[in-house]
Structure formats: structure tokens, C-alpha cells
């Protein structure tokens, strides 16, 4: 199995920063694709973006553009999501997940919550 815990969670208001990390363990070479999604209080659970193994390929969700930058440590089995010009339309819980292609996701981090401040 693959284990995945994220970090890096915070309070921070608009306009302001913050990376999340997640960290990989197990048999991390199932993964091909890692991903960012979100869980807002109410809503279901949203896209944020993805990468390759190789990071050469990434996919973001439209609202995200331009603001958050996902990027992967191989070395590290570590992924990051740069998050920049925050809203509080971003507030959320936000999950890392694992799986081998760029629509289908088999394992799920515990989650982390970042709170935007208006």
C-alpha cells in the first residue's frame, strides 16, 4: 500500500501564502500521478490539480490558475502545492492523493485544513 500525509495547513488571510506538503511512503512506485483536491464545509470534494511522475505534465482546476503551482520531489516522495494570492473562496480541507493515471485515484492522505481570512 502507499501512505500519504500532508502538512503545511494554516491560517492565513487573502492575499496572503501558503505551501501544503505530502509526503509518500509504502510502495510509492504504484504512483504515477499525484494530486491535490479540496473539500469545502457543505460541498463535495473538488479538483485542484495534479502532476506526473516526471512533472512534466500537470492539470489545474480553472479557478487555481495562475495562483497555485503544483510541483513533486522524487528524491523526497514529496509533492507540494504552492498556494499564492489566496481567497477565502479557497478555504477548505485539502487532501493529497496518489494513483497511476491522471483520473483515477486510489490513495488518499488524511487531509489538511487551510482557513483564508477575509
Known amino acids: 500500500q502507499v501512505q500519504l500525509v500532508e502538512s503545511g495547513g494554516g491560517l492565513v488571510q487573502a492575499g496572503g501564502s501558503l505551501r501544503v506538503s505530502c509526503v509518500a511512503s509504502?510502495?510509492?512506485?504504484?504512483?504515477?500521478?499525484m494530486g491535490w483536491f479540496r473539500q469545502a464545509p457543505g460541498k463535495e470534494r473538488e479538483f485542484v490539480a495534479a502532476?506526473?511522475?516526471?512533472?512534466?505534465?500537470?492539470d489545474y482546476t480553472d479557478s487555481v490558475k495562475g495562483r497555485f503551482t503544483i510541483s513533486r520531489d522524487n528524491a523526497k516522495n514529496t509533492v507540494y502545492l504552492q498556494m499564492n494570492s489566496l481567497k477565502p473562496e479557497d478555504t477548505a480541507v485539502y487532501y493529497c492523493?496518489?494513483?497511476?493515471?491522471?483520473?483515477?485515484?486510489?490513495?488518499w492522505g488524511q487531509g489538511t485544513q487551510v482557513t483564508v481570512s477575509s
Open positions: 492523493a496518489g494513483g497511476s493515471n491522471f483520473r483515477d485515484y486510489e490513495y
Open positions: 509504502g510502495r510509492t512506485w504504484r504512483v504515477y500521478v
Open positions: 502532476i506526473s511522475w516526471t512533472g512534466g505534465s500537470t
